[in-house]
């Protein structure tokens, strides 16, 4: 530095000093020219495969700035411009952003096939069953919580494929698993009702029918077309609360919105079918191979790589360990003994509703863990940063699911008004639902499933016992389940590996 | 016992799922060795990637390694002592690349983990917490350019999760009685790497493009942030110099590629240029010259290809020889219409736009050499233009770019002029245009280069060659230069007919 220039006015990199009629130094003028990309390099080289594939020869680079080839040009440029750590061009990609219209829709549509057994349910009268249910009700349940156990799982399968970019494989497989899965329930409720209740049995059948097409619809985005296909069965349904409708409006109405979600389900899976036909006549037609040229087909391997069965069965699991728990909430006065069966119908209505607001949490979290994974610069910030996150979102969900029990029960006719304990029982389930859910979508089914599991299981092995106080004991169950699932969560989720 | 006749070959994302160049040369490569049993290894995406080539039978196994598809190996990562050693290689082995001063060594951390990886255990350890906590720890450290960069918890998560998905061929075994053979650098060398080490298998390898280039400018659009970009190229940088050590020999197609490879800390010694070959059958002699002086381009119609020099140097070509045509062979790419619109354009600003034609696509090539009296070529990057050595071989001259390995390949034999310098392509092009007995005599020695030098069997012969040196086999084959006289021979041999010589795609 010359004596007597002050320090502000010179730049650190030494410069080549040149008098003013000289031309400018062509280094300068191509460091200037390339500096931001410069500046970003993490390596000389990083700046010669620029220059060369700008069609920079090492001739070239000789006679314009005199050092010997592309690297030496490179190692100058490196040295003579500051680094900088430009973000990337272009908004933050945040996979989690959801509507929350479309997620409250869905909690709809999970719901609105409830009208169903209300239409339902003048062509299922007879005399009680065991436990003091209601006529048709044990064939009915055993199908359903089959077929939500089978859907659970073919769903999950069925998303693998997605996630693989293969929509005809998720396709072709819905296409397989949604009738076979319908006609298990089916054949479960005929073994459950053996021939005494032939209308349950139908029901039944329709019932798991209804289940397959709509897992289908609502794998691949359809829960528009499942909505308006419900929708005037559950305007029927509204209509017959206040006034007397004929058995036959009532069968027409089920049918017909049945018939209609089957035949949406089988319009969105029939291009696999197409390509099932296709696939099987090309291989049919295959001539053997002539020649050395051509491979043979015995060698030939199959690239294609699927998601595995197994890895559906927990999913499964937990869908069954969630159908029971939620049935006991809304038959669990019945099953006790008790005969007002209209207090728990709306806590299972409410909790079904709250589903939407579930899965917008869901994503909620998912989003702000992201960004807490962004802004974060030691795993312990980002601890922090989550478990805010997550404290935020499960009070959302409790909030949302109080809000909608009180407004089900004021709503609902002839329901008196939901006690202390019921409430406080339904929000801890609600906890292990949401936080179920939550374990569920990061991955970590395998605790949730066990979790619900054993909860399913203690509250069965309570009702069989019959253990006084009903009520108290689920509130243990679901309290015991909800605070070792919220354990799981904080030791999972405050890991970062989880959130990849 | 190893005898040269056994070669794993691997591959990355070219042979045999798409066509292309390396595609094409693999192709021909294994096709011109039917005594050769092939294990082909293929680096490919999600692994539901189609074969698109037919394979011929000397190949009788074909591993496809999908680096992007299910984990592979064991779910469950090692614990206790085996996690601890884990996480001690794993450290020096960020060190290497991260941190230059720490002086570990790539290579042997490497090989700790190609072990793991071969246990099925090395993912299931790389998605560990541990594994990312010894990441924050390493690149956060104040005296590292990664530290100034402000690594967040996601860019930690990002890279593990790329260096996981990066590192999967290292668990691949290849049989220990073959050759291996890697085709390009970088990723497709990691089995052959943990086999050279592990079971001493002989380790060769090809480089067409400059693997490494390709990655730096791969990330110049990059989405991930400064330390990741850092820390993922860091890694390349090291896997290419570290290939470049470790392999027993190197074959690039040209010498200009030996710039990258001995700055690479490549030893001079084990390089040994192997050139691309092309069919003098395929393009045969093109015969008599067209009427009209005519220029004409073959190649894919893209930017690389600088086909705005070309235009230029022909508008003053032009002003020199109005009747002067310029045709150009080849398809333009999907998403390539802009840059077509772009060049007529530049014609019409040039007024030259009725001696110009897009001729297209054609299905003989050689044609297209025949249609012109000097071959152009106006690229600003090339490893060894297949469409030189093609014109070279139907007698035609050409004029190109000093790029890549175009030297090698024209010698003396065209004329070469500095890349993206309209006045001095034009003034190359006037000079043979006008000399019409300089413009034959150099068809002529073109030609009969390609016979001496470029031809496919030769460069067939010469892997047959290094494949039983690198076996161990005492007796050598030297090719000989092969004579103009005995090229007549060369065009009734048959094994080169079943090959695919369609030189658009390189």
Same mark, same amino acid.
């Given at each position: 530095?010359?004596?007597?220039?002050?320090?502000?006015?010179?730049?650190?990199?030494?410069?080549?000093?040149?008098?003013?009629?000289?031309?400018?130094?062509?280094?300068?003028?191509?460091?200037?020219?390339?500096?931001?990309?410069?500046?970003?390099?993490?390596?000389?080289?990083?700046?010669?495969?620029?220059?060369?594939?700008?069609?920079?020869?090492?001739?070239?680079?000789?006679?314009?700035?005199?050092?010997?080839?592309?690297?030496?040009?490179?190692?100058?440029?490196?040295?003579?411009?500051?680094?900088?750590?430009?973000?990337?061009?272009?908004?933050?990609?945040?996979?989690?952003?959801?509507?929350?219209?479309?997620?409250?829709?869905?909690?709809?549509?999970?719901?609105?096939?409830?009208?169903?057994?209300?239409?339902?349910?003048?062509?299922?009268?007879?005399?009680?069953?065991?436990?003091?249910?209601?006529?048709?009700?044990?064939?009915?349940?055993?199908?359903?919580?089959?077929?939500?156990?089978?859907?659970?799982?073919?769903?999950?399968?069925?998303?693998?494929?997605?996630?693989?970019?293969?929509?005809?494989?998720?396709?072709?497989?819905?296409?397989?698993?949604?009738?076979?899965?319908?006609?298990?329930?089916?054949?479960?409720?005929?073994?459950?009702?053996?021939?005494?209740?032939?209308?349950?049995?139908?029901?039944?059948?329709?019932?798991?029918?209804?289940?397959?097409?709509?897992?289908?619809?609502?794998?691949?985005?359809?829960?528009?077309?499942?909505?308006?296909?419900?929708?005037?069965?559950?305007?029927?349904?509204?209509?017959?609360?206040?006034?007397?409708?004929?058995?036959?409006?009532?069968?027409?109405?089920?049918?017909?919105?049945?018939?209609?979600?089957?035949?949406?389900?089988?319009?969105?899976?029939?291009?696999?079918?197409?390509?099932?036909?296709?696939?099987?006549?090309?291989?049919?037609?295959?001539?053997?191979?002539?020649?050395?040229?051509?491979?043979?087909?015995?060698?030939?391997?199959?690239?294609?790589?699927?998601?595995?069965?197994?890895?559906?069965?927990?999913?499964?699991?937990?869908?069954?360990?969630?159908?029971?728990?939620?049935?006991?909430?809304?038959?669990?006065?019945?099953?006790?003994?008790?005969?007002?069966?209209?207090?728990?119908?709306?806590?299972?209505?409410?909790?079904?509703?709250?589903?939407?607001?579930?899965?917008?949490?869901?994503?909620?979290?998912?989003?702000?863990?992201?960004?807490?994974?962004?802004?974060?610069?030691?795993?312990?910030?980002?601890?922090?940063?989550?478990?805010?996150?997550?404290?935020?979102?499960?009070?959302?969900?409790?909030?949302?699911?109080?809000?909608?029990?009180?407004?089900?029960?004021?709503?609902?006719?002839?329901?008196?008004?939901?006690?202390?304990?019921?409430?406080?029982?339904?929000?801890?389930?609600?906890?292990?639902?949401?936080?179920?859910?939550?374990?569920?979508?990061?991955?970590?089914?395998?605790?949730?499933?066990?979790?619900?599991?054993?909860?399913?299981?203690?509250?069965?092995?309570?009702?069989?016992?019959?253990?006084?106080?009903?009520?108290?004991?689920?509130?243990?169950?679901?309290?015991?389940?909800?605070?070792?699932?919220?354990?799981?969560?904080?030791?999972?989720?405050?890991?970062?590996?989880?959130?990849? | 016992?190893?005898?040269?006749?056994?070669?794993?070959?691997?591959?990355?994302?070219?042979?045999?799922?798409?066509?292309?160049?390396?595609?094409?040369?693999? $192709?021909?490569?294994?096709?011109?060795?039917?005594?050769?049993?092939?294990?082909?290894?293929?680096?490919?995406?999600?692994?539901?990637?189609?074969?698109?080539?037919?394979?011929?039978?000397?190949?009788?196994?074909?591993?496809?390694?999908?680096?992007?598809?299910?984990?592979?190996?064991?779910?469950?990562?090692?614990?206790?002592?085996?996690?601890?050693?884990?996480? #001690?290689?794993?450290?020096?082995?960020?060190?290497?690349?991260?941190?230059?001063?720490?002086?570990?060594?790539?290579?042997?951390?490497?090989?700790?983990?190609?072990?793991?990886?071969?246990?099925?255990?090395?993912?299931?350890?790389?998605?560990?917490?541990?594994?990312?906590?010894?990441?924050?720890?390493?690149?956060?450290?104040?005296?590292?350019?990664?530290?100034?960069?402000?690594?967040?918890?996601? #860019?930690?998560?990002?890279?593990?999760?790329?260096?996981?998905?990066?590192?999967?061929?290292?668990?691949?075994?290849?049989?220990?009685?073959?050759?291996?053979?890697?085709?390009?650098?970088?990723?497709?060398?990691?089995?052959?790497?943990?086999?050279?080490?592990?079971?001493?298998?002989?380790?060769?390898?090809?480089?067409?493009?400059?693997?490494?280039?390709?990655?730096?400018?791969?990330?110049?659009?990059?989405?991930?942030?400064?330390?990741?970009?850092?820390?993922?190229?860091?890694?390349?940088?090291?896997?290419?110099?570290?290939?470049?050590?470790?392999?027993?020999?190197?074959?690039?197609?040209?010498?200009?590629?030996?710039?990258?490879?001995?700055?690479?800390?490549?030893?001079?010694?084990?390089?040994?240029?192997?050139?691309?070959?092309?069919?003098?059958?395929?393009?045969?002699?093109?015969?008599?010259?067209?009427?009209?002086?005519?220029?004409?381009?073959?190649?894919?119609?893209?930017?690389?290809?600088?086909?705005?020099?070309?235009?230029?140097?022909?508008?003053?070509?032009?002003?020199?020889?109005?009747?002067?045509?310029?045709?150009?062979?080849?398809?333009?790419?999907?998403?390539?219409?802009?840059?077509?619109?772009?060049?007529?354009?530049?014609?019409?600003?040039?007024?030259?736009? $009725?001696?110009?034609?897009?001729?297209?696509?054609?299905?003989?090539?050689?044609?297209?050499?025949?249609?012109?009296?000097?071959?152009?070529?106006?690229?600003?990057?090339?490893?060894?233009?297949?469409?030189?050595?093609?014109?070279?071989?139907?007698?035609?001259?050409?004029?190109?770019?000093?790029?890549?390995?175009?030297?090698?390949?024209?010698?003396?034999?065209?004329?070469?002029?500095?890349?993206?310098?309209?006045?001095?392509?034009?003034?190359?092009?006037?000079?043979?245009?006008?000399?019409?007995?300089?413009?034959?005599?150099?068809?002529?020695?073109?030609?009969?280069?390609?016979?001496?030098?470029?031809?496919?069997?030769?460069?067939? #012969?010469?892997?047959?060659?290094?494949?039983?040196?690198?076996?161990?086999?005492?007796?050598?084959?030297?090719?000989?230069?092969?004579?103009?006289?005995?090229?007549?021979?060369?065009?009734? #041999?048959?094994?080169?007919?079943?090959?695919?010589?369609?030189?658009?795609?390189?």
């Amino acid at each position: 530095m010359p004596p007597g220039a002050r320090e502000d006015t010179l730049p650190a990199v030494p410069r080549q000093r040149t008098p003013s009629w000289a031309q400018p130094d062509p280094v300068d003028e191509l460091a200037e020219r390339l500096g931001d990309f410069i500046a970003a390099a993490v390596h000389p080289d990083e700046i010669a495969a620029l220059l060369e594939s700008d069609g920079m020869s090492d001739d070239q680079i000789r006679r314009r700035y005199g050092v010997k080839n592309s690297f030496a040009l490179a190692e100058v440029l490196y040295e003579r411009v500051g680094r900088r750590y430009p973000e990337p061009a272009g908004p933050v990609h945040d996979p989690w952003q959801v509507g929350l219209l479309g997620c409250l829709l869905r909690g709809v549509v999970f719901a609105l096939p409830g009208f169903g057994y209300v239409l339902g349910a003048p062509l299922l009268a007879g005399p009680k069953e065991d436990f003091g249910l209601p006529a048709g009700t044990l064939p009915l349940l055993a199908g359903a919580l089959v077929g939500w156990m089978w859907n659970q799982g073919l769903a999950h399968r069925a998303y693998s494929w997605l996630g693989l970019g293969d929509r005809l494989a998720a396709r072709r497989c819905l296409l397989l698993g949604a009738p076979t899965g319908a006609l298990l329930g089916a054949l479960v409720a005929l073994a459950v009702a053996g021939t005494a209740h032939p209308a349950a049995i139908a029901f039944a059948a329709g019932q798991s029918v209804y289940l397959g097409a709509a897992t289908a619809l609502l794998v691949l985005g359809r829960e528009r077309a499942l909505l308006a296909a419900l929708l005037p069965m559950a305007a029927g349904a509204v209509v017959a609360m206040l006034h007397s409708v004929p058995d036959a409006a009532r069968l027409t109405l089920l049918l017909g919105s049945l018939t209609a979600v089957a035949v949406l389900g089988l319009l969105e899976v029939t291009p696999a079918i197409r390509a099932l036909k296709g696939r099987g006549a090309v291989l049919n037609v295959r001539l053997p191979p002539r020649g050395r040229d051509k491979p043979q087909r015995s060698r030939r391997r199959r690239t294609t790589m699927g998601p595995r069965i197994t890895a559906s069965l927990p999913y499964a699991l937990f869908g069954l360990a969630t159908g029971v728990l939620v049935l006991y909430a809304a038959l669990g006065d019945i099953l006790a003994g008790e005969q007002r069966s209209a207090i728990a119908a709306p806590a299972a209505v409410a909790l079904t509703l709250s589903m939407g607001p579930a899965e917008w949490l869901l994503y909620r979290f998912r989003s702000g863990s992201l960004t807490g994974l962004r802004s974060s610069s030691t795993p312990r910030a980002f601890w922090r940063t989550t478990a805010f996150t997550l404290v935020k979102c499960l009070t959302g969900y409790l909030i949302a699911l109080l809000a909608l029990s009180l407004v089900t029960s004021a709503l609902w006719p002839q329901a008196p008004g939901i006690g202390g304990i019921r409430l406080a029982g339904l929000l801890l389930l609600g906890m292990l639902l949401w936080t179920g859910l939550l374990l569920q979508s990061f991955g970590a089914v395998v605790g949730a499933a066990a979790v619900c599991c054993a909860a399913a299981l203690a509250q069965t092995l309570a009702l069989v016992a019959h253990m006084s106080g009903p009520h108290l004991v689920a509130l243990a169950v679901y309290g015991i389940a909800a605070a070792t699932q919220a354990a799981l969560v904080c030791a999972l989720l405050g890991r970062v590996t989880a959130h990849r | 016992m190893r005898n040269g006749r056994h070669v794993t070959m691997l591959t990355e994302g070219t042979y045999p799922h798409v066509h292309g160049g390396v595609s094409t040369w693999c $192709d021909q490569l294994v096709k011109g060795m039917p005594e050769v049993d092939f294990h082909v290894v293929s680096l490919t995406g999600s692994g539901r990637e189609p074969v698109t080539w037919e394979l011929p039978s000397n190949i009788y196994r074909h591993t496809p390694v999908p680096t992007w598809g299910p984990r592979p190996g064991r779910r469950a990562a090692p614990f206790g002592r085996a996690r601890r050693r884990f996480t #001690d290689s794993y450290e020096r082995f960020l060190l290497s690349f991260l941190d230059p001063e720490a002086h570990c060594n790539f290579g042997e951390a490497l090989y700790d983990l190609a072990e793991l990886a071969r246990d099925g255990r090395l993912s299931a350890a790389l998605r560990t917490e541990s594994a990312l906590r010894s990441l924050m720890w390493i690149w956060t450290m104040p005296h590292l350019p990664t530290a100034a960069a402000r690594p967040t918890v996601h #860019d930690a998560l990002t890279a593990t999760d790329l260096l996981e998905h990066a590192l999967r061929p290292l668990g691949i075994r290849i049989p220990e009685d073959s050759v291996a053979h890697a085709v390009s650098s970088g990723l497709a060398t990691l089995p052959a790497l943990a086999a050279r080490h592990l079971d001493g298998v002989p380790f060769l390898l090809t480089e067409h493009g400059i693997y490494l280039r390709e990655r730096y400018l791969g990330y110049r659009s990059g989405e991930q942030r400064w330390p990741v970009k850092a820390f993922m190229l860091g890694f390349y940088r090291e896997l290419n110099s570290h290939g470049y050590q470790a392999a027993d020999l190197i074959t690039p197609c040209n010498q200009y590629n030996r710039r990258w490879e001995e700055r690479g800390g490549a030893d001079g010694d084990k390089i040994r240029t192997v050139y691309n070959g092309v069919d003098p059958a395929a393009f045969p002699h093109a015969g008599p010259e067209p009427e009209v002086p005519t220029l004409t381009w073959c190649g894919r119609v893209d930017p690389i290809k600088d086909l705005e020099t070309l235009l230029r140097a022909y508008g003053m070509v032009r002003a020199e020889l109005p009747e002067t045509r310029l045709r150009l062979f080849g398809p333009v790419p999907p998403g390539g219409e802009a840059y077509r619109t772009r060049l007529e354009k530049l014609a019409a600003e040039l007024g030259v736009t $009725d001696g110009l034609t897009f001729e297209g696509r054609i299905s003989e090539v050689w044609r297209a050499y025949a249609a012109g009296h000097v071959v152009m070529l106006s690229s600003i990057s090339e490893g060894f233009p297949f469409s030189i050595i093609e014109a070279m071989s139907c007698g035609r001259t050409t004029v190109s770019t000093d790029v890549g390995g175009v030297r090698e390949a024209v010698g003396d034999t065209g004329l070469v002029v500095p890349p993206r310098e309209p006045e001095k392509m034009a003034a190359a092009a006037l000079t043979l245009l006008r000399d019409d007995k300089r413009r034959l005599k150099l068809g002529e020695l073109s030609r009969q280069r390609v016979i001496e030098r470029f031809t496919l069997r030769r460069s067939v #012969d010469a892997f047959r060659t290094i494949y039983q040196e690198l076996a161990g086999q005492p007796e050598v084959y030297e090719p000989t230069l092969e004579t103009v006289a005995d090229w007549t021979l060369e065009l009734r #041999d048959p094994w080169y007919e079943k090959v695919a010589t369609d030189g658009t795609g390189w």
